[in-house]
Structure formats: C-alpha cells, structure tokens
C-alpha cells in the first residue's frame, strides 16, 4: 500500500520560513517524479515545484527564488524549503508521485496546511 505522508506545516509570520516534508512507503520511489502542490481557499490546485528521477527542478513563477525541492531517495523523503513567505503562500500542500512511462502511477498525500498571516 502506497503511502504519502507530509508533515512540517502550520502558522508562520510574512517573511518567514517552514519546511515541509514528505516520507513514501510502499513504492519506489527513486523511479517517481515528486511534486509539491497547493490548493488555497476558493482556488484550483496548483504545481509548486517538482523533481524529477535525474534531480531535474521546475518551479511555479510565483515561488522561484524563494523555494527549494529536493529528495534524498536513501530516506524516501521529499523536501520542501520555503523562504520568505507570504501571505498568498497560504494553502493545503500536497505531495504527489507520479510515474511516467508505459505504467503510469499517480498518488497523493493528505496535504498539510501552510497559513502566512501576522
């Protein structure tokens, strides 16, 4: 049973930093590429960042120079490094993996909550 756990969000002042990360199981996930997404209030989901197999990264304009993805596959853990936050950062965010090839796999996380506010 394939597992996406996240963890590391909550409450954080405007200029602030958090790091959320996200612990597989139950795959393999060296093969997957991992994203961040968030849905805000009222809003539809979004990418934030992704990582692929070769440690290749892609951000949402919105969050470049302020977020870092990354993955150590040793621990099965995806990261993300949020600097300088702002209160549009608000949001559920989800961790996916995804397979891309002849079989295609797609999995998501529960989401955690990100809240920027003073």
């Known amino acids: 049973q394939v597992q996406l756990v996240e963890s590391g969000g909550g409450l954080v002042q405007p200029g602030g930093s958090l790091r959320l990360s996200c612990v597989a199981s139950?795959?393999?996930?060296?093969?997957?590429?991992m994203a961040w997404h968030r849905q805000a209030p009222g809003k539809q989901r979004e990418l934030v960042a992704s990582?692929?197999?070769?440690?290749?990264?892609q951000y949402a304009d919105s969050v470049k120079g302020r977020f870092t993805i990354s993955r150590d596959n040793a621990k099965n853990t995806l990261n993300l490094q949020m600097n300088s936050l702002k209160p549009e950062d608000t949001a559920v965010y989800y961790c996916?993996?995804?397979?891309?090839?002849?079989?295609?796999?797609?999995?998501w996380g529960q989401g955690t909550q990100v809240t920027v506010s003073s």
């Open positions: 996916n993996a995804e397979l891309r090839g002849t079989l295609k796999l797609n999995y």
């Open positions: 139950g795959m393999r996930f060296s093969i997957f590429t």
């Open positions: 990582i692929n197999t070769f440690g290749n990264t």
